[in-house]
């Protein structure tokens, strides 16, 4: 079967960091690229960052820009987003995908079950 495990997400206060990782199980990642999208109640779900399957090209939404990065390591099959600077508008469903370079939803194949993260005091 073709899916990805996400873990890493959970409850943390405002300023504080998190690091959410998402494996692949039945497949390589090694020729896709890895996005993550989140969606939080109400709102539309939002493209926030991409990598490149080489690792080489990266790109984030403005609203996590300077605060998340995106890597990954092909070797352990897993592609991790490193959260700093949690804000309470952070909060939201958050989902890995692999497919196609880029911020929209659509250029992906496969998703991830999603997993909470939410930013409070």
């Known amino acids: 079967q073709l899916q990805l495990v996400e873990s890493g997400g959970g409850l943390v206060q405002p300023g504080g960091s998190l690091r959410l990782s998402c494996a692949a199980s039945g497949f390589t990642l090694n020729y896709y690229a890895i996005g993550w999208f989140r969606q939080a109640p109400g709102k539309e779900r939002e493209g926030i960052s991409s990598i490149s399957s080489s690792g080489g090209l990266t790109i984030y939404a403005d609203s996590v820009k300077g605060r998340f990065t995106i890597s990954r390591d092909n070797a352990k099959n897993t592609v991790y987003l490193q959260m700093n600077s949690l804000e309470p508008e952070d909060t939201a469903v958050y989902y890995c995908?692999?497919?196609?370079?880029?911020?929209?939803?659509?250029?992906?194949?496969?998703w991830g079950q999603g997993t909470q993260v939410t930013v409070s005091s």
């Open positions: 995908a692999a497919g196609n370079y880029g911020l929209g939803y659509e250029l992906y194949d496969y």
